[in-house]
């Protein structure tokens, strides 16, 4: 039986696997590469750990989150969160561009962060050099440790592992992630001042949803890595917009292999987004309403191709957001172009639709007695009201099929878990 509230959130299916809690409480709480059900923490099942999981949750953003603590002025930010300033630009450095996911602005962003003094070090994730299909969540403090994480990695990743590192470290230190990442992080730093004092500066990448280790695996299958080879290198994106996946090893001689590359919309399409987990159909933030920039893919304006030149969508979501975006325009490291408050809307024309059906699809898991996340002064409802007919109807009823093909009201438990 379940006892303390961290294993509890993750037999719900509400564990996002930011790693906030294991950052928090290293020793206590640990992350475990669970090939189903995503970077998943661990309790050590002692007096010590639970009381550590009694700790820990109070910054888990897994199962609520509070939108009535952000500056919200309009509609646009009512849909979004607060939408201060918007950008299509990209990164001056031509290798910051090129490896970047979509223009680089991210990474260019961070490498600004270390230059103008504004950190000593960025939190991020990388792949892990001894198995590329996993990550590690790590603090680079040069632009050749920034570029490992540049270029998304479509897999599980637990940035906010990074936490209790941040805190104990000399320096101020920027923080990147997903927007569920970020949220734990805000939530972290909202209870601590002292950690709030330690992280400048916080940047989301959009998020449609994070594939598990199970659907890496099949990539790597589509793209011929034979099951007997050391994969050395797995690129999800980058390398051009969007970008081609793409995997290399090393045969049992110490040969390397390059595989063919996929295009975006194969990869993603039609291998990695079928395993997303649950938790990410019922997520409401998927551009990062928490951080002070976020940053996604100008949709709106597509790629010609798979590998030219990218482009990067900026959102400064706080005064410090914008104020540091303009610097970096200033200092000629981000080439970018103003655009509409409105632009996240017109790039991501599905997202709103998806939130509202996240409203049925929460409502459809409380009618069965399951636990659903709470988003607190967001207005998901209208949401929900402005879907069709059809749209509405699929929410709720879809809801009810996927839980009994997928059997959620059974715990999830984690393998390597005591
Ligand atoms: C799982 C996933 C889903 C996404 N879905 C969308 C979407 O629906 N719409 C959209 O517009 N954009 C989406 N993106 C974001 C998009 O791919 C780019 O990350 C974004 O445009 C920033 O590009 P960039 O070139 O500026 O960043 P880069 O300069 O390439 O930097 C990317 C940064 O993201 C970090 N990062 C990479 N993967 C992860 C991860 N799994 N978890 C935490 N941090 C990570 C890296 O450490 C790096 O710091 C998604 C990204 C991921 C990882
Ligand atoms: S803090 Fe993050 S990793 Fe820990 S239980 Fe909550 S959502 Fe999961
Ligand atoms: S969809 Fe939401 S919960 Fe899932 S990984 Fe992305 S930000 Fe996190």
Same mark, same amino acid.
């Given at each position: 039986?379940?006892?303390?509230?961290?294993?509890?959130?993750?037999?719900?299916?509400?564990?996002?696997?930011?790693?906030?809690? #294991?950052?928090?409480?290293?020793?206590?709480?640990?992350?475990? %590469?669970?090939?189903?059900?995503?970077?998943?923490?661990?309790?050590? =099942?002692?007096?010590?750990?639970?009381?550590?999981?009694?700790?820990?949750?109070?910054?888990?953003?897994?199962?609520?989150?509070?939108?009535?603590?952000?500056?919200?002025?309009?509609?646009? %930010?009512?849909?979004?969160?607060?939408?201060?300033?918007?950008?299509?630009?990209? =990164?001056?450095?031509?290798?910051?561009?090129?490896?970047?996911?979509?223009?680089?602005?991210? @990474?260019?962003?961070?490498?600004?962060?270390?230059?103008?003094?504004?950190?000593?070090?960025? /939190?991020?994730?990388?792949?892990?050099?001894?198995?590329?299909?996993?990550?590690?969540?790590?603090?680079?403090?040069?632009?050749?440790?920034?570029?490992?994480?540049?270029?998304?990695?479509? +897999?599980?990743?637990?940035? =906010?592992?990074?936490?209790?590192?941040?805190?104990?470290?000399?320096?101020?230190?920027? !923080?990147?992630?997903?927007?569920?990442?970020?949220?734990?992080?805000?939530? +972290?730093?909202?209870?601590?001042?002292?950690?709030?004092?330690?992280?400048?500066?916080?940047?989301?990448? !959009?998020?449609?949803? #994070?594939?598990?280790?199970?659907?890496?695996?099949?990539?790597?299958?589509?793209?011929?890595?034979?099951?007997?080879?050391?994969?050395?290198?797995?690129?999800?994106?980058?390398?051009?917009?969007?970008?081609?996946?793409?995997?290399?090893?090393?045969?049992?001689?110490?040969?390397?292999?390059?595989?063919?590359?996929?295009?975006?919309?194969?990869?993603?399409?039609?291998?990695?987004?079928?395993?997303?987990?649950?938790?990410?159909?019922?997520?409401?933030?998927? @551009?990062g309403a928490f951080a002070d920039i976020s940053v996604g893919d100008p949709w709106h304006n597509p790629p010609e191709g798979n590998t030219n030149a990218g482009r990067s969508?900026?959102? /400064?979501?706080?005064?410090?957001?914008?104020?540091?975006?303009?610097?970096?325009?200033?200092?000629?490291?981000?080439?970018?172009?103003?655009?509409?408050?409105?632009?996240?809307?017109?790039?991501?024309?599905?997202?709103?639709?998806t939130h509202g059906a996240v409203w049925g699809r929460r409502i459809a898991m409380r009618a069965m007695g399951l636990a659903a996340p709470r988003d607190r002064g967001l207005?998901?409802?209208?949401?929900?009201?402005?879907?069709?007919?059809?749209?509405?109807?699929?929410?709720?009823?879809?809801?009810?099929?996927?839980?009994?093909?997928?059997?959620?009201?059974?715990?999830?438990?984690?393998?390597?878990?005591?």
């Amino acid at each position: 039986m379940t006892t303390d509230p961290i294993t509890k959130m993750v037999a719900c299916n509400l564990c996002t696997g930011c790693g906030a809690c #294991a950052g928090a409480y290293p020793g206590l709480i640990r992350m475990v %590469d669970d090939p189903v059900n995503g970077r998943r923490p661990v309790v050590a =099942a002692t007096p010590n750990g639970r009381a550590a999981a009694r700790g820990a949750v109070a910054l888990c953003a897994g199962a609520d989150s509070d939108w009535t603590t952000l500056d919200r002025t309009d509609a646009i %930010d009512a849909d979004w969160g607060p939408v201060l300033a918007a950008w299509e630009g990209w =990164a001056a450095d031509t290798e910051i561009r090129h490896r970047g996911s979509s223009g680089g602005a991210v @990474t260019a962003l961070a490498a600004f962060a270390l230059d103008s003094g504004l950190a000593g070090g960025v /939190a991020h994730i990388a792949a892990r050099a001894d198995d590329p299909r996993l990550n590690e969540a790590v603090i680079s403090r040069d632009r050749a440790g920034l570029l490992r994480g540049a270029g998304s990695r479509y +897999a599980q990743a637990s940035p =906010a592992e990074t936490l209790g590192r941040i805190a104990a470290d000399d320096h101020p230190i920027a !923080f990147i992630g997903k927007p569920c990442d970020v949220a734990s992080t805000h939530k +972290a730093m909202r209870g601590d001042k002292a950690l709030a004092d330690k992280i400048p500066l916080t940047i989301a990448i !959009f998020c449609a949803g #994070a594939p598990n280790l199970n659907a890496t695996d099949r990539l790597l299958d589509r793209l011929g890595v034979p099951k007997d080879g050391t994969l050395v290198d797995l690129r999800y994106r980058g390398q051009g917009w969007p970008g081609l996946m793409q995997a290399e090893w090393l045969d049992g001689d110490g040969a390397r292999h390059r595989s063919e590359g996929i295009p975006y919309a194969e990869g993603w399409g039609r291998i990695l987004q079928a395993e997303r987990r649950w938790r990410c159909r019922v997520c409401a933030d998927h @551009t990062g309403a928490f951080a002070d920039i976020s940053v996604g893919d100008p949709w709106h304006n597509p790629p010609e191709g798979n590998t030219n030149a990218g482009r990067s969508l900026i959102v /400064a979501r706080t005064p410090r957001g914008r104020a540091f975006v303009e610097a970096a325009i200033a200092a000629g490291v981000l080439l970018a172009q103003a655009r509409g408050r409105d632009v996240i809307a017109a790039a991501q024309p599905n997202l709103k639709a998806t939130h509202g059906a996240v409203w049925g699809r929460r409502i459809a898991m409380r009618a069965m007695g399951l636990a659903a996340p709470r988003d607190r002064g967001l207005a998901l409802f209208a949401m929900w009201r402005g879907l069709s007919l059809r749209a509405k109807l699929q929410s709720v009823a879809g809801t009810w099929k996927r839980v009994i093909r997928e059997r959620l009201w059974r715990p999830v438990v984690i393998e390597g878990a005591e």
